[in-house]
T-cell receptor, first 111, second 118 residues
Framework: QKEVEQNSGPLSVPEGAIASLNCTYSDRGSQSFFWYRQYSGKSPELIMSIYSNGDKEDGRFTAQLNKASQYVSLLIRDSQPSDSATYLCAVNRGGGFKTIFGAGTRLFVKA | EPEVTQTPSHQVTQMGQEVILRCVPISNHLYFYWYRQILGQKVEFLVSFYNNEISEKSEIFDDQFSVERPDGSNFTLKIRSTKLEDSAMYFC????????????????FGPGTRLTVT
């Protein structure tokens, strides 16, 4: 069983729509959950972190965590072509510990 | 805005040679990490470092790898005898907090060093 699983995509949405990205993880001891955006040839850029069950909103981004279901999601509202990138889900047991990344979901936002 | 920097941006080396990849973490951060990403594959954890010692390492981080914080600013990754399969992007990351605080252990990545082993 993969430790962090994401649908590889590509996920294609029209400009202005909501993009929904999902991630599941296998380690029940995980405490910290992150979404990174990675443009081709660039390094991962932190978008959101979430630590408690529920929703966390930051601008156009909303992260959702359900520890019982071992599920994390990212919603991007009013998607823009500049949001086109690979979105990486990452999980660890706390800072200083091994962080496991998913393989990423490729998102295309069509103008 | 503070950022993690890495040098060189691209390193080409011959198989069997030693390489040192350098990173300057964000100045008030206490936790340091190395990751690698082979072309087209996912980001893989190599090692985490805190208080001048390794906190955790992955199975990839074998005896060929070592890390060091030689002074108050630099954080280095050394590969003793490079293999063809070490060709990858190597990312350094740093964070301000860790398990002792429970939250806000966000990690910020540098731009990476592309290592090519020929």
């Amino acid at each position: 069983q993969k430790e962090v699983e994401q649908n590889s995509g590509p996920l294609s949405v029209p400009e202005g729509a909501i993009a929904s990205l999902n991630c599941t993880y296998s380690d029940r001891g995980s405490q910290s959950f992150f979404w990174y955006r990675q443009y081709s040839g660039k390094s991962p850029e932190l978008i959101m972190s979430i630590y408690s069950n529920g929703d966390k909103e930051d601008g156009r981004f909303t992260a959702q965590l359900n520890k019982a279901s071992q599920y994390v999601s990212l919603l991007i509202r009013d998607s823009q072509p500049s949001d086109s990138a690979t979105y990486l889900c990452a999980v660890n047991r706390g800072g200083g510990f091994k962080t496991i990344f998913g393989a990423g979901t490729r998102l295309f936002v069509k103008a | 805005e503070p950022e993690v920097t890495q040098t060189p941006s691209h390193q080409v080396t011959q198989m069997g040679q030693e390489v040192i990849l350098r990173c300057v973490p964000i100045s008030n951060h206490l936790y340091f990490y190395w990751y690698r990403q082979i072309l087209g594959q996912k980001v893989e954890f190599l090692v985490s470092f805190y208080n001048n010692e390794i906190s955790e390492k992955s199975e990839i981080f074998d005896d060929q790898f070592s890390v060091e914080r030689p002074d108050g600013s630099n954080f280095t990754l050394k590969i003793r005898s490079t293999k063809l399969e070490d060709s990858a992007m190597y990312f350094c990351a740093s964070g301000s907090a860790g398990w002792t605080t429970g939250e806000s252990d966000e990690q910020y990545f540098g731009p990476g060093t592309r290592l090519t082993v020929t």
